[in-house]
């Protein structure tokens, strides 16, 4: 075998290694559809400015047959979702858990380190009960790109799942934010945007290979 005939066959192994690889699956097993899920957060959470049934927790559990407790608070902190959370892992036993925190820090002007740090508490405490935990992005409060619809997430929430290897929920609560026909003010969605934050929740999931 000459060598172009050997340069083909070696480019055509790496082909095939490739195609290979785009077809590999995620390798995290899919939560069973009966799951236990604890929604931990903010007034995003809870679902302020619509009902409780139109709360994206309530959405995603129709959506994914799973078991959601919604335990955002309105106004909660970092520092306080910290403080809820040992307690709620005590009290029950959960299959996944879902975090949404951090807006009010911003809002309020907490340091960014202390926000951080404490996220990154969160997410290691809940990596503890369970290796299903993912980090839902708040957009960084950022006045003259809310007005023009282009609000982006703080950085820190990237930077926390990468350190603590957990999966990274982004571009969500920023982009229904951004769109004024999805707010119910300047800080909350409505019943239309948390009915998007539960489909793009369901679906980075689902590609996340959680369903």
């Known amino acids: 075998m000459n060598r172009r005939h050997l340069l083909m066959l070696a480019g055509l192994q790496s082909a095939l290694a490739l195609a290979a690889c785009g077809k590999r699956k995620p390798s995290v097993a899919a939560l069973k559809s009966d799951a ?19 709360a994206w927790p309530a959405l995603l559990a129709q959506q994914t047959g799973w ?17 809820r959370l040992e307690s709620l892992l005590a009290a029950s036993s959960y299959d996944a858990v879902l975090v949404g925190i951090g807006g009010n820090d911003m809002l309020r002007g907490v340091s960014q380190q202390a926000t951080r ?3 990154a508490a969160i997410v290691r405490k809940a990596l503890a009960h ?20 282009s609000l982006g997430d703080a950085a820190f929430y990237e930077e ?22 999805l707010r119910s003010d300047r800080i909350h969605a409505n019943a239309q945007g948390y009915a998007v934050v539960a489909q793009e929740l369901a679906d980075k999931l689902k590609a996340a290979g959680w369903r």
């Open 36 to 54: 236990r899920v604890l929604a931990l957060g903010d007034s995003l959470t809870v679902g302020y400015g619509a009902t409780p049934e139109q």
């Open 67 to 83: 078991h959601i407790a919604n335990e955002g608070v309105n106004g909660d902190t970092s520092a306080g979702a910290l403080l």
């Open 117 to 119: 740090d404490n996220v």
């Open 130 to 149: 369970t290796p299903y935990v993912a980090l839902i992005a708040t957009p960084a409060p950022e006045p003259l790109r809310a007005t023009v619809g």
């Open 160 to 181: 926390v799942a990468k350190a603590e290897k957990a999966l990274l929920i982004s571009d969500v609560y920023s982009t229904v934010l951004s769109d004024a026909a």
